[in-house]
C-alpha cells in the first residue's frame, strides 16, 4: 500500500497579503499540513502540481518553505504559470530538483522522477514562463519519452501543472501547444494516470486512450460554467486535497477536504 497525496494551485501570496484580495491562502496551507501531518497511515509522499506562489514573489516561497517544513515526507513539485522558476528553486532547493534530480540539457524546464513504495512518480514540467496556457517543449518530451520507458509495468503517476485537455471552462482552455506529441507519449502508456492541476476543479477524465486527472486548488474553487467565458470566477470553502492510494496495481484517487469550520463565500472573479 502507496499512499501519495497531492495538493495544487495553493497561490501562496506574500505575508499580509491575500490572494485575489480576498483568501489567507497560507492559513489553508498550515491548516492542510498539520492535517495530513496526522494521517493514519501516514502520506509516503506529496506533490504539489503548481502555482505554489500567487505571483512568484520571493517572499512566498519563503513562507511556503516554512510551512512545508513541518510535514515530514518527501516532498515533490511543479511548477504552474502563476511561478517563478529562478524564485522557486532559491527557496524550496529541499523539494528541487524532484526525485533523481534535473538534467543541464533540460534546462530552465524542472523535471525528474522518483520511486516511492510501489509507485513510481514522474514530474514534468510544461509551463511557458509569462504565458497561462501550458505547452511541451522539444527537450521535455523526449525526457518524458525516455522516463516512461525506464520501467515498464510499474503502477506509474505521472505529475504537470497544465492538463493538455479541454475542461469546457472557456476561459481556461487556452490551446496547450503540441498537446499532439504529449497525447501520443502517453498514449504509448495507457495505465499511467496523468495528475494535474491549474483548472481549480476537481476532475476525472479519459485523454490519449489513459485516466488523467486534475486536482482542485487548496483555496480556490473555480465556479462551473459551461457558457462563453466561463471559468473566470471563484468561491472559497473548505481546503481540497487528493489522496492516490495504491493497492497492488490499483491507483484509487480520493479527493478530499481538511476537516474543519470553513466558511463557504464567493463567487469571486480571478
Ligand atoms: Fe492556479
Not at 520511486?115 to 511557458?128: E, K, M, Q
Request: hydrophobic fraction near 40%; proline fraction near 9%; charged fraction near 15%.
Amino acid at each position: 500500500m502507496t499512499l501519495i497525496g497531492q495538493i495544487s494551485d495553493l497561490h501562496i501570496a506574500q505575508p499580509g497579503r491575500p490572494a485575489y484580495g480576498e483568501i489567507d491562502t497560507g492559513y489553508y496551507l498550515q491548516a492542510t499540513v498539520d492535517h495530513l501531518s496526522g494521517l493514519n497511515p501516514p502520506l509516503d509522499a506529496l506533490v504539489i502540481t503548481g502555482d505554489l506562489a500567487h505571483d512568484g514573489e520571493p517572499e512566498a516561497y519563503s513562507s511556503l518553505a516554512r510551512i512545508l517544513g513541518r510535514l515530514k515526507v518527501p516532498i515533490f513539485l511543479v511548477p504552474g504559470n502563476h511561478d517563478r522558476r529562478s524564485a522557486m528553486v532559491a527557496d524550496l532547493s529541499p523539494y528541487y530538483p524532484p526525485g533523481s534530480g534535473q538534467e543541464q540539457d533540460l534546462a530552465p524546464y524542472l523535471c525528474g522522477g522518483s520511486t516511492v513504495g510501489s509507485a513510481r512518480l514522474i514530474f514534468f514540467d510544461g509551463t511557458r514562463e509569462g504565458f497561462h496556457g501550458g505547452g511541451l517543449a522539444p527537450q521535455v518530451a523526449a525526457w518524458l519519452k525516455g522516463a516512461l520507458c525506464a520501467q515498464p509495468g510499474v503502477p506509474t503517476l505521472v505529475f504537470t501543472h497544465h492538463p493538455p485537455f479541454l475542461s469546457g471552462l472557456e476561459f481556461m482552455d487556452e490551446p496547450y501547444l503540441d498537446s499532439g506529441l504529449l497525447a501520443e507519449i502517453m498514449g504509448a502508456h495507457q495505465s499511467a494516470l496523468l495528475c494535474c492541476g491549474h483548472l481549480h476543479r476537481g476532475l476525472a477524465t479519459v485523454w490519449a486512450g489513459g485516466p488523467a486527472m486534475v486536482c482542485p486548488s487548496l483555496a480556490l474553487n473555480m465556479e462551473l460554467d459551461f457558457l462563453p467565458g466561463g471559468g473566470n470566477a471563484f468561491t472559497v470553502g473548505a481546503p481540497a486535497y487528493v489522496l492516490h492510494h495504491l493497492i497492488g496495481d490499483t491507483i484509487n484517487t480520493h479527493f478530499c477536504q481538511a476537516p474543519g469550520s470553513w466558511p463557504f463565500d464567493g463567487p469571486f472573479g480571478f
